[in-house]
Every structure is written in C-alpha cells, then in structure tokens.
C-alpha cells in the first residue's frame, strides 16, 4: 500500500517537472520571438525614414505584420491638417496654368528648323497707291524657318513699330497671333508723310519657350548679401528669397507672412541688426548651350519688313478727330493707346490736359503724392521741378540713390515722395531696409482721401525670378488697393507700366519678353480696378527707347498724362 501511494507521489512530481519545464520553453520562445517581431519593426522604420524623400513607400500586407506590430500600428498618430489652398493661390495657380497653355515647351534640334526672319514673309493687304490718315494698314506675317519651310505654329515674340524721324513720330502696331505659323500686323495710321514701317522677330517661339522654362526653374541667377550692424561691429551674411542652409537662419516676415526674406544669421548677432542689403548677378543660366545660339545678337531683332518699307499718308480732306472726353481714371486702354508727335504723346482714347506752369501748382495743391517702385519711377523725382518749380526737395538725411526721396511745397502743402519697392530690388549698391515696405504695406498704412494720389509700377527687378513672385506680389497690391478703396473710396491710384529696354543686355535674365508677360499680367490683374492706367511699354515702343532709364522727354510725357488723371 505504501509503495504504490510513493509511486503515485513520484509519478505526480514527474509530470509536474515536465509541465514546468515545457512553460518555461514555451515563454522562452515567445520572448524571442517578439523581441525579433519589435527589433525587426524598429530596424525597418529607421530606414524608411532615412530613404523617405528618394523612394516612395509601399503599403505592408497587413496580415503578414506580427501581432506586436499591429498593436504598434494601431497607436493614433497626431498629424496636421491638410491645408486647402487660399483664394490667392488657386488665383495664382490659374494665372501660372492660362501663361503655361499660352507658352507651351517647343523643343528643337537644330537653329534651321526655328523662325528665320530672313525667309519669313510679310505681305501688305488690300495694298492701295494712297493711304489716308486714320486708315488702319494690316500686315500679314506668315513664318518660316532657315530652310523656307512654313512654320505650323505661333508664339513668336514680334515687335511692330512705325515711325517717321523727321516728325519725331511713332506707334505700336497690333499683334494678332493665329498660333498656326501666321501673324497679323496692324498700324493705325495716325499722321501724315512719309512712315517706316518695321517688324522685329525679337526671338522665335523656340527661345520664347526656353525663355519661359528657364525662368520658372529657379532664383540662383541673383545673389544678395545683407549688412548687419551691431555697434561698431559690421558682418556681411548670405540673404535671399529663398535659402536652402542648414544653418540657423533669420526670417524676415512681411504681408502676414506671404512675403519671406532670408538671411544666414552671423554669430554674436541679432537678427533685428540686418541694415543693408546689396544684389550680385550670378553667373547661373537654365538654358542648353543650343539654346544659348538663338539668343546671340546676331539673332535678336531681326528685320522681318523687307519691301515696301515706307509708305506715304495723306490727309485726304479728311477732318481732325476731335477728342472731347477728358482723360481720367478707370478709361479702358486700347492697343495701341497713342502715338507720339514731335516728341508729345497722345492719347488714343482721350483729351489729355495740357497745363502751364501755375495750373500745374494749383492742381498740385494740398496733394499728397506717393510714388512707389523701381528707379524708372524715381526718375519722376528729378523731373518733377522742371514742371513745379516751387518743388523742393527735402533732405531725410538718408545715403544712396535707392533712400527715401521727398519733394515739399510748403506754402501750398504739396508732397511728392518716392519709395522703391521691396525685395526683390536689384543693385550693386547697399540700400537700407531699416524703413523697407513692400507695396501692399506702404499702401496699407495710408488712409487715403481725396488729395491723395499713389502711382505704382514694379517688372524690371522680377524679371530674373519665377513668374509666380511677380503674380502674387501683383494680386498683393491689388488687394491692398481694394482695402484703400473701402476706407479712402477717393483716393486715386495710377499704374504706371514697365518700359522697353536694352534689347541685347542679357536676355536669359532681364530680356523684354520676360517684361512683356509681365505687362500683359499686369493689366489683366487690374482691370476690374478702377485705376488709371499709364502705359509705358507702348509710350517706349513708340519712342524707340530701348533703354532701360527713359530720356527726359518720355518721363515728361509720362508726368503729362499723371496730371491728366488728377487735375
């Protein structure tokens, strides 16, 4: 009895042994497997965050996760909202996609199978042995490249001009673009005598599109550096619109944020110690070197008008087109919008005011006049007194040609000030921006009435950067001038349009064409705007001033048709 209750005891403490023994391997062999499971999920997630920005992920099988895994997964992540686009860069989006359809890629093997002006036709229709003053004179152009093959489509950038010396007379011709290898030309033809007539293949489609590729593509073409002050101390530090640096930077925020300036932060500095700032051209192009060929000099501004390049106008008992409707602001410009004669601009639309001298100091009077832009706006300044002598001007103790300038007639309360314009402002020269004000904030801080006028113009420092800079500080502005509008709904604002300049300085980043999108651009973001409109491209084109900087004859022309919209 006793060695079967023994062996009943020693059998239960055998099975018991095995059972403990069997836990055991059981829990070893789970814990291994789950620190593989978790070490081998921590391995992979360490790579693919190192490997993100070069290849795309792949989503897991998830039954094939391990159970930790899974868990692991399953843990809420925080992320951020995706933000929806705003109104001004779906606006912004539009504009760039409409420019995009309008200037499409047009890639090319060989400078024979691009637009010779050489071999490209020009035909005069309906040609008559008289042609009066008034009449419109129509051109057709019909394309071809070096080796006479009809081009099949558009996009060539041409300029139409014509002009008579002697008279010191000329205008812009229309430019219509049937985007199938043919063009239309038509001159109105406003005086009488003999007149030129020339037709310019500034580039071909295929440098238009290289143009407009090579644009978009990047903001290394200009370089700025900023001075930062602090005592005696002065440190010289990378700035720009954009920087890409891994060092600790100083953001400069503008217009709630939509305006950004970088600079590298020196050490032992504040970011608020940046006074200066100067640009430097770099020597950065985005165009192939067969690109490169369409854009020597040889080949811009080709001569399309061949024979006949003069015709006679004659008045033709025809009677004096008598304009009555004074010019003023919010009247819609046509193309071309005048002509000048003997050196004087007129209008096509309106009767421009000509005034002497005390009309000109009595329209002035109690004006606030705020003119904000680029140097071909500050040229104003300078000419200014030459029409208003009792203008002075007024030292504010600033440097340089690019500080604040300021006109004063104390007497009759007169103010005429010029404020460049923001970043991007290009210059060898260190300008300060202790007072700096983009557009939109200098015209947000004024309250604007009847006696306050501001003219605005900004293209020739946007040319070497990305469309989408120029359109979203243009649609800034135009928000702005809306806000004016609501609190000063009689304050007048004026648009003077960008000019013409050197045809050959240059093109990749300064060329005309850069300048004529722009323009275009412009005037489409302001038209619902009851603005007036001075048009410097055509003003220019008809002078044949290809400069960048007007002669005094064009800035007093411009001045004339600013008194024309306030007096």
Known sequence: MFSNILCQKLLLMLMSLLII???????????????????????????NTSMKSSCPERPMNQSRIPTETKLREEIPKVTRPVKSP????????????????????????????????????????NPRGKYCKGDQLDILIEARDYLRNKKEY???????RMSSPALKAGASGKVTDFN???????????WEGQVALSILLIHPSEGVSALWRARNQGYDRIAFKG?????????????????????????????????????????????????????????????????????????????????PKYISVSQCNKSEENRTEKCQIGTEIPTPSGYTFRGRWITAQCKQS????????????????????????????????????????????????????????????????????????????????????YIPQEIDRLPGDKDTVIVITLGQHFRPFPMELFIRRVISIQKAIERLFLRGPDTKVIIKAENIREMYLDTEKFGDFHGYIQYLTMKDIFKDLHVGIID????????????????????????????????
């Open 227 to 307: 001075k930062f002050v602090n005592g005696t101390s002065q440190v010289l530090a990378e700035c720009g619109l954009t920087l890409n640096s891994s060092n600790e930077l100083c953001k400069y925020l503008y217009s709630g944020g939509e305006e950004v300036f970088y600079c590298m932060k020196p050490q032992h500095m504040p970011c608020e110690a940046l006074t200066h700032v100067c640009t430097k051209q770099q020597a950065v192009s985005f165009l192939t070197d067969k690109e490169k060929v369409l854009f020597q000099k040889s080949n811009i501004g080709v001569e399309i008008m061949k024979n």
């Open 21 to 47: 023994t069997w836990i055991i391997f059981e829990i070893s062999e789970s814990s291994t497997k789950l620190w593989m499971a978790l070490s081998s999920s921590i391995s992979f997630h360490s790579w």
């Open 354 to 437: 000509l005034l002497n001298s005390s009309q000109i100091n009595d329209c002035l009077k109690g004006k606030l006049i705020y003119l904000l832009g680029d140097s071909t706006l500050r040229q104003w300044i300078n000419y200014f007194p030459k029409v208003a002598k009792t203008l002075k001007p007024f030292d504010l103790h600033g440097t340089g040609l690019y500080k604040k300038h300021v006109l004063l007639d104390a007497d009759r309360h007169t103010l005429v000030e010029w404020k460049k314009h923001s970043h991007p402002f290009i210059t060898v020269q260190l300008y300060s921006v202790i007072d700096d004000g």
């Open 180 to 190: 199938n290898g043919t063009y239309l030309v038509s001159f109105t033809l406003f």
């Open 536 to 567: 410097a491209w055509d003003m220019t084109i008809a002078c044949g001033s290809n400069i960048l900087h007007p002669s005094d004859e064009v800035i007093g022309n411009q001045i004339v048709m600013f008194l024309s919209y306030i007096c």
């Open 86 to 125: 705003t109104e001004k860069e779906l606006r912004i989006r539009e504009i760039l996609e409409k420019l995009n359809q309008q200037i499409p890629p047009r890639p090319f093997t060989h400078l024979n199978t691009t637009t010779s002006a050489k071999e490209s036709r020009a035909t005069i229709l």
């Open 154 to 160: 558009g996009g060539d950038f041409l300029r139409a």
